[in-house]
Structures are given as C-alpha cells and as structure tokens.
C-alpha cells in the first residue's frame, strides 16, 4: 500500500485547511487510514482514524469538535478537515493506514503503512 499525502501549508490561527491522503497498491483489506502529527520535539502522536468499511471515526481529544476525518471509497481518499486552528496544531502530519482491527485509538506502533508527511504551520 503506497499513501500520498496533500494539503499542508501556512495558515492563521482560527483558519482552516484540508488534509487528502490518497492510498494505492493492495488496498482492499485494509481496516482502516489516519492521520498522527509530531510537532519540534515531541513523539509522534494519533489525530484521527477512519474504519473504510464502517465510516466509524476516531479522534484525539485535542482535536474533537475541531477536525473531522472522512473519506472516499471509491477514490481511496481519506481527508482530514482541520477547523480552529491553534498555533499547537503545527506539526508535520502523516497520514498511515492499518490492515487489521484495532480497539480504541492506535499507536503510531501499530499502523502499517506511511505516507510522507506534510507540513501545517498555524501562526498566532
């Protein structure tokens, strides 16, 4: 599975922007795509997480209410709606994918597949 990700860039705080992923290759028994960030610094976290086959979405609590994750079954696209941005958003964000079930939010750990990531600045 090859993942593609688009969308980062320079944004004020309270902007929005838009995050696409786009997976190929073996795809078809994949659980589920998401998004982690890792700021300057800091471990790699979990954002959100979208099941393909159920549309069910996952969601750090630092992002709840702000974000929403979805996607497009045909295209193999997840997307990432980022709303309120806050200067703490800034991070590179790397969308991955996972082949088997996973209970609750993953670890960077347990995903399968990368893509490389894209960088999102929100400055105060």
């Known amino acids: 599975v090859q993942l593609q990700a688009s969308g980062g860039g320079l944004v004020q705080a309270g902007g929005s922007l838009r995050l696409s992923c786009a997976a190929s290759?073996?795809?078809?028994?994949?659980?589920?795509m998401g998004w982690f960030r890792q700021a300057p610094g800091k471990e790699r976290e979990f954002v959100a997480l979208?099941?393909?086959?159920?549309?069910?979405?996952y969601y750090a609590d630092s992002v709840k209410g702000r974000f929403t994750i979805s996607r497009d079954n045909a295209k193999i696209t997840a997307y990432l709606q980022m709303n309120s941005l806050k200067p703490e958003d800034t991070a590179v964000y790397y969308c991955?994918?996972?082949?088997?079930?996973?209970?609750?939010?993953?670890?960077?750990?347990?995903?399968?597949?990368w893509g490389k990531g894209t960088l999102v600045t929100v400055s105060s």
């Open positions: 979208i099941r393909w086959n159920t549309g069910s979405a």
């Open positions: 290759g073996r795809t078809s028994n994949s659980y589920g």
């Open positions: 991955a994918a996972r082949d088997r079930t996973y209970i609750g939010n993953p670890p960077a750990s347990a995903m399968n597949y």
